[in-house]
């Protein structure tokens, strides 16, 4: 099976198991969730990172850690696994993500074993089962752009620093359809204000960054949103 790249209130997990145990030795913890708008646990810092890139993709409409377990067979042992997290994309589609490290797929031969599994989520109803390592997860600048993002969320934004970013890009928009992060700072006026309030627009899905494998620093590329209600999310007349 091949590796797939994907790349308010806050209630409680509501995973199959409880992975936050606190037992020496183990990098567990939780992660307030805006898209979920509840808890997520994760038992690794590789399950705490890609939880990131998920809370940073706008494909992704929903997910859970720990969905219920699945049972199949090698064809020579059964199994009973529970996957780490179910993802469901705003197309509908619904899969199974496993997370390892890159060392251990390779040590058990877990991208073939988990093709048999693969076989039987697809049979369960499942989309697809993908298994990401620390060769995806870590490949810059995705995680840190999807950090960026996730930090910068939050549903408190000053009107002044929205009235001053709406201006410049109904202004911008008039001759451009793009602009770099660095020629909107400038023509919002907001100085060192300017930035943070950009990325809390990428995470809200207003500007898009326009290659998604650039570093999302003051030479990224911003996209408007082009469609008739993208454009009046950003209260930009068409």
């Not at 890139?53 to 049972?71: F, G, K, M, N």
């Not at 589609?93 to 991208?111: I, M, N, S, T």
């Not at 930090?151 to 001759?175: D, K």
Request: aromatic content about 8%.
């Amino acid at each position: 099976m091949s590796v797939q790249t994907r790349a308010m209130h806050i209630g409680r997990s509501n995973a199959s198991r409880k992975v936050v145990t606190y037992r020496s030795g183990h990098f567990t913890g939780y992660v307030p969730s805006v898209r979920n708008e509840r808890m997520i646990q994760y038992e690794s810092i590789l399950e705490r990172d890609y939880i990131m890139l998920l809370e940073a993709d706008r494909d992704v409409a929903s997910y859970t850690e720990q969905p219920a377990a699945i049972e199949w067979s090698d064809g020579v042992d059964f199994h009973t696994t529970t996957f780490d997290f179910c993802v469901t994309l705003s197309s509908g589609k619904r899969y199974l993500v496993e997370v390892k490290p890159l060392a251990k797929v390779v040590k058990y031969g877990l991208d073939e074993l988990y093709g048999y599994a693969r076989a039987t989520a697809k049979d369960q109803g499942y989309d697809d089962l993908e298994l990401w390592t620390d060769r995806e997860l870590k490949a810059e600048p995705r995680l840190l752009n999807a950090v960026l993002v996730a930090s910068a969320t939050t549903p408190f934004e000053s009107a002044e620093v929205q009235l001053a970013l709406l201006t410049a890009i109904r202004e911008i928009r008039r001759i451009t359809s793009r602009v770099t992060v660095r020629e909107l700072r400038a023509a919002s006026k907001l100085g060192d204000a300017a930035y943070w309030a950009i990325v809390r627009m990428v995470a809200r899905g207003q500007l898009i960054p326009a290659h998604r494998t650039a570093p999302l620093d003051d030479r990224a590329v911003l996209m408007f949103a082009g469609d008739e209600r993208g454009a009046a999310t950003l209260g930009v007349a068409i």
